[in-house]
């Protein structure tokens, strides 16, 4: 029983010695030291901060491989409009389409007015490659 009880007044000399050791050095670095107490807690707490703030986006999430796809298609559209394939108002309702949900609209109206060799033939001038003929496949 003795033994125990030296054991827990040797501990609690030991976390009074540890607190009075942090006390001492929490604003001055240690002999042979070059981090506070202070500035090693700030570093950890700020560390744990910046974790926590880059895992937030991560909780809001939304992307799918139909929303990919989607915006993919509405970005051929606006560089075939940029390019001089389509015109503005054609574009942008290819664009309201597309975001309404119709997915084949873009490659629909492509087979409709034959601009799929319109952009081949853009992109083979400038050497500008906008992708715009490949509406449709598989990204897998």
Not at 18 to 32: D, E, I, L
Not at 69 to 82: D, H
Request: hydrophobic share 35%; net charge negative; aromatic share 8%.
């Amino acid at each position: 029983m003795g033994n125990f009880k030296q054991t827990v007044s040797t501990l609690g000399d030991k976390i009074k010695g540890g607190c009075r050791y942090v006390r001492t050095y929490w604003n001055k670095a240690p002999k042979n030291r070059y981090l506070s107490f202070k500035e090693a807690a700030a570093y950890c707490i700020g560390g744990i901060g910046i974790n926590a703030a880059t895992m937030v986006p991560m909780f809001f999430w939304d992307m799918t491989e139909k929303k990919h796809r989607e915006i993919m298609e509405v970005l051929k559209v606006r560089a075939s409009v940029s390019d001089g394939v389509i015109d503005a108002s054609t574009g942008e309702e290819l664009e309201a389409k597309l975001l309404g949900g119709e997915e084949d609209a873009w490659r629909v109206y492509m087979e409709e007015h034959g601009i799929e060799d319109a952009i081949k033939s853009a992109e083979s001038e400038d050497g500008s490659h906008t992708d715009s003929g490949d509406v449709g496949t598989d990204m897998r």
